[in-house]
């Protein structure tokens, strides 16, 4: 079984568990920081994955780590995957019950690369079309590129629109090459 079909299991499970004790939102605060904690400290990743360290090793650094800053109930999950065997699923696990909740609660997640940084104003209108578009709650993650040169590329979940000038310029390039322009 691929290691994103356990990972989504066990978030399935975690979050069923979570809404019917009505901790849902505290549970994915503590798997936001989980995935923070392990995204600034890539070795406790590499510990967590690695089958050489034993169980009880891995459950200890755990409950030093987070013990007194997560809900039980996320302490609990994490023993619980560790004792499964399923440490090295435990940051993929993470992210999927963050991408479940998203779905959830109607939030959807969008990057905008532009070659400039974008105005709050530009950055407004493009959240309110989005928001128009898909509905529900939109969380925009701005980035610059300037490899773009002009324009920008926005990426809505797995649909991308693309209106840089370098796009333009490779299309023209390949039109060009397979002589489509004369």
């Keep these: 079984m691929s290691e994103l079909t356990v990972a989504s299991r066990y978030a399935k499970s975690l979050i069923d568990l979570s809404q019917e004790q009505n901790t849902l939102e505290e549970i994915n605060n503590d798997m936001n920081f989980f995935l923070h904690t392990l995204k600034a400290n890539p070795q406790l990743k590499a510990v967590l994955a690695n089958p050489i360290i034993s169980h009880t090793k891995k459950l200890h650094i755990l409950e030093d780590i987070f013990s007194s800053r997560v809900n039980k109930l996320s302490i609990s999950f994490f023993k619980l995957m560790v004792n499964k065997g399923r440490g090295e699923v435990l940051y993929t696990t993470a992210q999927e019950f963050n991408s479940?909740?998203?779905?959830?609660?109607?939030?959807?997640?969008?990057?905008?690369?532009?070659?400039?940084?974008?105005?709050?104003?530009?950055?407004?209108?493009?959240?309110?079309?989005?928001?128009?578009a898909v509905g529900g709650v939109v969380i925009l993650d701005a980035k610059t590129d300037p490899s773009l040169i002009g324009g920008f590329v926005l990426t809505v979940g797995d649909r991308q629109v693309d209106t840089s000038i370098a796009a333009g310029l490779k299309k023209l390039k390949k039109d060009f090459a397979t002589g489509i322009v004369k």
């Design 100 to 132: 479940q909740y998203n779905i959830i609660k109607h939030i959807t997640k969008a990057t905008v690369v532009s070659a400039a940084p974008l105005s709050e104003a530009n950055k407004k209108t493009l959240l309110d079309e989005v928001k128009a």
